[in-house]
């Protein structure tokens, strides 16, 4: 049983789509992991998931100039715009934060819904760009991948102490001499910049997922940054290996298929509910030790 | 930026030359919206000036000025001999502590260290100095003991005291508090107060706003009463009378007992 489990995780990967794939979905979910902890201490979620969706119509667009190789640099110039807008969006509290986005979002989601709706492979195309085709990445986006991630990777840990303040105390940032908008176009830029690299591996949909569940499951499991960022981006890159192991699984050997974003998704959501869980234990068992302590001290023995 | 700074520094070398604060018929406003019209006052080294007034009277909004987050559009303010935007190196500022999310993975040490963030930089570790310069500043709030902590896991009170520990951290030549007392515990309003006093006889000036009169009369020289304007600057006793007072608060209830001045707010 261990043994098949455990030649589950590693025979796909001989073949070598099934390990460029791998190292796509490994890297993202490291990616992610790391943006996705920003992500969630600044309460970004709805942010992120407007930027997912504005990311489609340079999706498309760059998929009808320039075929496959555009996919990448029309996203690319999508989520440069969009990142620039939110950013401006967010500094300008006139109109509802909330209803500004939500209408940024649905009208460009609605204009590459209607771009991509002409030509003649509309649902196929439509799929690819929503789910992402992880198994058909190339050699060559596994290299764009890379180096968005040691790019945004690196801008993080140059800007980890004004992000951290920022993060923790704004005024008190802006008082310290921080460029807030400054920081914050970079966080939005960071964001775009991973949805971006998941564009073909999970499509512009499930990247959220990407960002949101590995943070969130490293958070119920300590309370410490330093802790915590290293844990999203493990959780990141396992979910990725477990879910795309699965998804191979259950095609090759129960003649089940399931899509391989999905499955990613679902396993990275299966692992929140366990790291929630050991959460919940974990913090039991500081109260009861508090609790210990406090009676220790009130009746000394 | 360098230059500035040591230029800065050389010309407070000489002792009672520069003020800490200076107000010169000064007024703030956001965008056309004017906020406090025609301040006056002068506030020095080691001293403390209290803002009071009632809420939405243009106290937070000083501080910001102060800081160079509002711009002066009449008249002039000088912090520590110099534009607010450029002395803020020296400045320190204090929010109020339940502004912030109590559930952000960060301990008492770690938000101690903010203070020093702007002498660290951004790449380089910190130094044992540093680290000695966080404890040092958390055994004078009284809360060496909760280094390790989760800033979230204290009270309120204790919580604003890391705060005012992170500010004495960054060694401020001016020291801005923003409603420091408000839902603070006897303990905490004792060590918050301590604390001052101690930066006080560094040297340090503290602007600190608050609606507690009895603290301005226990702990500032100087009291600024404002409500959009300003209803008189000068040294405590003289200014914190029941007239003023009333001027100041305008149609809102006000007690007096004894030397005790009590407002209560409606």
Known sequence: MTAGFLSGLFEPFHLPFMARALAELVILGALAGTVGVLVLLRRLAFVTDTLTHTVFPGVVIGYMLAGDGGVFWGALGAGAVTAVLLTLFTHRRRVSEDAALAMLLTTLFAVGVVLVSRRSGYTSDLTAFLFGRVLTVTAEQLVQTGVVTVLVVALLAVLRRPLMLRTFDPEGARAAGVSVGLLDLVLNAAIALVVVAAVRAVGTILVIALLIVPAAAARTLSERLAVIVPLACLIGAAGGWLGLAVSYEAAVHHDLRLAAGGTVVLVLVAMYGLASAAGFVRRRRALLRISHEVVREVEPA | ?266
């Open chain 2, 1 to 266: 930026m360098i230059e500035e700074t040591t230029t800065g520094q050389i010309t407070t070398e000489q002792p009672g030359r520069t003020a800490a604060l200076v107000l010169d018929r000064a007024s703030v406003a956001y965008g056309d919206v004017p906020a406090l019209e025609e301040l006056d006052g002068v506030v020095h080294p080691g001293e403390a000036v209290a803002l009071i007034g009632p809420n939405g009277a243009g106290k937070s909004t000083l501080i910001k000025a102060l800081l160079g987050l509002v711009p002066v559009v009449r008249g002039r303010i000088e912090v520590l001999g110099t534009a607010p935007a450029r002395a803020r190196r020296q400045v320190a500022y204090v929010p109020q502590a339940d502004t912030l999310d109590p559930d952000f993975p960060v301990s008492v040490e770690q938000v101690v260290m903010m203070g020093r963030y702007r002498k660290i930089g951004w790449l380089r570790r910190p130094s044992a100095a540093d680290r000695a310069e966080v404890a040092a500043a958390l055994e004078q709030v009284g809360l060496a003991r909760r280094a390790r902590d989760r800033f979230g896991t204290l009270s309120g009170g204790q919580r604003q005291r890391v705060l005012l520990a992170r500010a004495i951290a960054a060694r401020p030549r001016l020291l801005l508090l923003d409603e420091p007392f408000n839902g603070v515990d006897a303990v905490s309003q004792h060590a918050l107060l301590e604390a001052m006093a101690a930066l006080k006889e560094q040297g340090a000036a503290v602007v600190v706003s608050t609606h507690d009169l009895a603290i301005a009369h226990l702990a500032c020289e100087e009291v600024c009463l404002l409500n959009k304007h300003q209803y008189g600057f000068g040294p405590t006793e003289s200014v914190l009378t029941p007239e003023r007072l009333r001027a100041t608060y305008g149609g809102q209830a006000l007690e007096l007992r004894g030397d005790r001045v009590i407002v209560t707010r409606t």
